[in-house]
C-alpha cells in the first residue's frame, strides 16, 4: 500500500454491519496510521443492524466528495454492494481478492470497494485496500465503457421520473 502518500485517494468512507464490523475496525486503524483520512459511518458495535442505510451513506459521501472512495462490508459484501450501487454516480464493486480489486479500479473506475467480512481475514482486507487504493484507472476503452454505465444509469433515472 502507498504507506509513503502516492496514492492521490486520501479521504475514505467506510461503513459495516455487525458482520463486517471487527475488519472495518482493523481497516480503519491501518488506514489511519497510514495518514488517510477515514469518516467511519457506523456500525459501532457486533450487535446486529440492517447494512443498507449504512451503505447508501457511505456512498453518498463519495457521491458527494466528502470522500474520495468508500468501503463497505458486511458479512458477503453482496448486499452492500448493491446497497451503495442505488447511489447514483457509485461504482461499488465486490473484491474479496486481490485480482478483482485491480480489475475494479483498472477497468471500472469503481469508487467504492465492498468487501465480506466473514470471507476474507483482517490482513487479506488490507492487502485488498491497498490494492483498490494503489490501482489507477486505465482510462482509454475502458472510459468509454464507464461513461456507458452512465448514459444507462441516467437513462434510468430519467424513466423513474416520468
Not at 469508487?111 to 490494492?131: D, F, H, Q
Request: charged share 25%; aromatic share 4%; glycine share 12%.
Amino acid at each position: 500500500m502507498a504507506s509513503d502518500g502516492q496514492s492521490s485517494l486520501k479521504r475514505i468512507a467506510i461503513g459495516s454491519d455487525h458482520a463486517g464490523f471487527d475488519v472495518k475496525t482493523h481497516l480503519v486503524s491501518m488506514l489511519e496510521s497510514l495518514g488517510y483520512r477515514v469518516e467511519d459511518y457506523g456500525t459501532h458495535s457486533t450487535d446486529a443492524v440492517d447494512y443498507p442505510h449504512i451503505c447508501a451513506s457511505v456512498a453518498r459521501a463519495v457521491r458527494d466528495a466528502k470522500a474520495d472512495v468508500g468501503i463497505v462490508l458486511g458479512g458477503s459484501g453482496q448486499g452492500e454492494q448493491i446497497a451503495a450501487n442505488k447511489v447514483r454516480g457509485v461504482r461499488a464493486a465486490l473484491c474479496n481478492d486481490l485480482w478483482l480489486a485491480e480489475m475494479a479500479r483498472s477497468h471500472n473506475d469503481a469508487n467504492v470497494l465492498a468487501m465480506g467480512g466473514r470471507v476474507v481475514s483482517p490482513e487479506l482486507a488490507e492487502r485488498i485496500v491497498g490494492k483498490f487504493l494503489d490501482t489507477p484507472f486505465e482510462g482509454g476503452r475502458h472510459a468509454r465503457r464507464v461513461g456507458q454505465l452512465g448514459e444507462i444509469e441516467a437513462e434510468e433515472s430519467a424513466r423513474r421520473e416520468s
